[in-house]
């Protein structure tokens, strides 16, 4: 099918001018098939499945339909569950985030009714809740239905596989019988059909099936950061694994101007490539990446499309992708023609739930990381570049080298051990920094300038592990984790510090045990740090922290 563009879908301008900002450049197919559809009024069952756009589908047409300057609520969207409320009504404020005086609300069992209640009496035009709790505020009388002209049932099959069909059915009825009615399903059993046949008025199918997703061999991981450190992690990244070749993703035309500033601001070989760009500057690009001038491509994933190199090492993931089979058209860029091949994502907040979700379509495995300290990249620089001096050795006669470095060592007064590591030392150039025994698998980078400056200090105390407190300002933290569940002390360090926000530097000692280990604080930090570590976890294990009692 010919991919269509959302200026053709005769939008309003401002839910165009939102859709550009999200960096959406094409509709997917359901939202192409669905939304001229909905726009004229007419009823429709939208058979697909998660990861297809299906929100855009009807969350766009509905919003055109919606008159901000009326207060009264006008729409209604339905899903099986407050995770999935949530997610919906954060996309649909993003699609109507021109369309001032447009209030949309999530309402979901779990939350305080009485806050639900005031936000409605303020005036809401959509909302997106649980048929549980749109129940209730209808017993309530909080919810006024007479201005209704449209209603979604998002993921219709999973609501009957909950056991809401007759909320479904109660909710339907009370409403205006002049209304639209959307319903989205990835299966249509007889419960569903029963529903469309009583509950809609000649409804139109689109049916989309996402295709078998085959996901190539390629190393997948993923790193958890703030929004505030992407570009340092993913120079972190860029450094620690070095690829002659790489392509970056973004979702949108504006991230990819501004990554291509930043990475060029920084000395990286980058260059940019999305729609806007004219054909003549589109080949300029390309054939820069081709020939090995710029290792860096950073692209939308539609400027992508057509990009045919062989010698890509690496695929990052700057920004999630919206769509499932994005992420897997993304990664098949790299681990081409039998070469190993590596993917990386940057991860936000609750993009990582998403990921879960790519995860569980592409039935492949997305491997947790801890973001690279210094010591971190600088090994693996000097090991790559350890790993060509092996190569030089076994495929070169180096008589007549050897005969120089032995004259050098005997006229001065050092040895050839100090002579590699000085030329070691050369080759990594002015990034070197000193490389010690000590790791530390950061949680994420509040306190990594903290850290990086306590390692550059000369006079540094060694590892702050090992320090010892003690005295009436020091707290004492006692944890259930301990030495047998393969927790170091670095692990703990590191999650109190990026969990808490406290500069790494003041925790004090660590005591580790087989089974629980003790971990010293200020007092003062004491409650933020308790707090801050609940319902945390370390390595995938689940961790209680308290005070120690004290003697």
Known sequence: MEAVKFEDLNLDAKILRAVTDMGFE????????????????????????????????????LLQKVDPKNKKLQAIILCPTRELAIQVSDEVRRLGKYMHGVKVLPIYGGQEIGRQIRSLKDGVQVIIGTPGRVMDHMRRKTLKLDHVHTV??????????????????????????????????ATMPPAIAEIAKKFQKDPQIVKVVKKELTVPKVT???????PKNKIEVMCRLLDMYDPKLSIVFCNTKRQVDDLVQELQNRGYFAEGLHGDLKQMQRDRVMNSFRNGRTDILIATDVAARGIDVDDVEAVFNYDIP????????????????????KALSLVVGKEVYKLREIQRYCKTK??????????????IKAEKILDSVSEV????????????????????????????????KMSMGDEYEDITEEKFPLRSLDDLDDYERNNRNKNSRGPRNSRSGGGENVARLFINIGKNQ??????????????????GSMVGSIDMFDKYTFVEVPREQADIVLKAMKDV??????????????K
């Open 26 to 61: 094409e509709a997917s197919p359901i939202q192409s098939q669905s939304i001229p559809l909905e726009i004229q009024g007419v009823d429709i069952i939208g058979q697909a499945q998660t990861g297809t756009g299906k929100t855009a589908a009807f969350g766009i047409p």
């Open 152 to 185: 979604v049932l998002d993921e219709a099959d999973e609501m009957l596989n909950m056991g809401f069909l007759e909320d479904m059915e109660m909710i339907l009825s009370e409403l205006p019988e002049e209304r639209q009615t959307v319903m989205f399903s």
């Open 220 to 226: 997948q991981y993923y790193y958890e950061v703030k």
């Open 322 to 341: 919206q769509d499932d089979e994005y992420y897997v058209h993304r990664i098949g860029r790299t681990g081409r023609a039998g070469r190993e091949g």
């Open 366 to 379: 997305i491997l947790p990381q801890p973001i690279p300290s210094l010591n971190d990249v600088t090994s």
């Open 393 to 424: 050795i076994r495929d070169n006669d180096l008589d007549k080298i050897i005969n120089i470095v032995e004259k050098r060592v005997l006229e001065e007064d050092y040895t050839t051990l100090d002579l590699a590591a000085a030329l070691l």
């Open 486 to 503: 393969g927790i170091r002390p670095g692990d703990i360090l590191g999650a109190i510090a990026g969990e808490s926000g406290m500069p």
């Open 537 to 550: 976890k370390i390595k995938g294990k689940n961790v209680h922290m308290e005070k120690a009692n004290s």
